[in-house]
């Protein structure tokens, strides 16, 4: 048997986190056959805008065939364009296709409702959620649907990483969507005890404009004991005086050494989903600050990330219960 698992379409590494995973994970349970990575679709990895970059990319995923294709992350909405025509080619020439560790959140009705009609005509093996509401959208429409949980949380179980020892003991700072917060402790340098001084902009701009500006603020090197490490998760080589405007910036096109970083600090604060997800799954506590609803992750495994000021304490145990969980009802399907 020939599975194909998708791992490409990585807007950021966290997509890498998942999708990585997953592949490590088909890998494992079936090492009898040929499991390989699939190419994604170009519209979700790169997102052109003009018609003619699209209709200039060569188009490698329509040209790829397996007996079962393996598709993940936050697709659900893109099913219908990026999707649609792999996976009527797909079931036209009698093969599978499974979703796994995939999300729907914040779908309106509507669309609900269309997607789901797509599904019953062409069903997935397996609809493996990541996420509570996902899996209640869209369960009536998929016989084989299961309440899953995001592959992120499984790269320690895995992934080769490695753990390093720094002269310095340091935690991660990874933000995106708002400014890098000042940071201040009144104790120990622990999670619990790290109070931040949050801001959205610079100067009143947007955040698309004060972002540029970020270099001019303050340049926290340290918090009393411990290096503020920034970890920068956009792959992209442009705006370095945004990448690298403050100390201790990383970046690596080595999944394996954001991977490094996560199981190597501290502690995380982020409103990255991904980075919490990933510190949380080597055992180290992280602090999200998000809304989005892609946090339904930690929901989904009991992780309250919505009171304690965001603080979560990592659980083990349960990620391991869930892995189980999973590998079973895959094999039950294939």
Not at 51 to 71: E, G, I, P, W, Y
Not at 97 to 111: N, P, T
Not at 128 to 143: G, I, N
């Amino acid at each position: 048997m020939k599975i194909l698992v998708e791992n490409s379409t990585w807007n950021n590494i966290g997509d890498g986190f998942y999708q990585s995973s997953l592949y490590s994970l088909i890998k494992q349970m079936y090492p009898n056959d040929d499991v390989l990575m699939e190419e994604g679709p170009m519209n979700r990895a790169f997102r052109p805008k003009i018609a003619r970059q699209k209709d200039n990319f060569f188009n490698l995923m329509s040209f790829q065939t397996a007996d079962v294709h393996v598709f993940s992350g936050p697709m659900i909405p893109q099913l219908l364009n990026n999707y649609k025509q792999k996976i009527i080619d797909i079931k036209s020439r009698g093969a599978d296709y499974m979703l796994i560790s995939v999300s729907g959140a914040g779908v309106q009705e509507g669309f609900r409702q269309e997607l789901g009609a797509f599904l019953k005509k062409y069903p997935p093996i397996l609809f493996s959620s990541r996420d509570e509401e996902t899996y209640s959208k869209f369960k009536e429409f998929v016989p084989e649907s299961y309440n899953g949980i995001c592959t992120a949380f499984i790269v320690n179980r895995m992934l080769p990483v490695d753990e390093f020892k720094p002269k310095t003991p340091f935690f991660i700072s990874s933000f995106y969507s708002e400014l890098e917060p000042i940071f201040k402790t009144n104790g120990p340098v622990i999670l619990e005890n790290v109070s931040l001084e949050r801001k959205n902009t610079y100067l009143n701009l947007s955040h698309n404009i004060s972002r540029h500006l970020n270099f001019l603020r303050p340049q926290q090197v340290m918090l009393d004991t411990h290096q503020i490490v920034r970890v920068h998760q956009d792959l992209s080589t442009h705006f370095y005086h945004i990448k690298f405007s403050h100390p201790n910036s990383f970046m690596s096109f080595n999944l394996l050494s954001y991977l490094a970083m996560y199981k190597s600090a501290d502690f995380t604060i982020s409103d990255r989903v991904h980075s919490c997800a990933v510190s949380l799954a080597f055992g180290k506590p992280a602090r999200l600050f998000t809304k989005s609803p892609r946090a339904g992750i930690f929901d989904r495994l009991g992780f309250d990330y919505k009171s304690n000021g965001g603080i979560i304490k990592p659980n083990l145990d349960v990620i391991d219960v869930e892995l189980d969980k999973l590998k079973v009802k895959i094999k039950s399907v294939l």
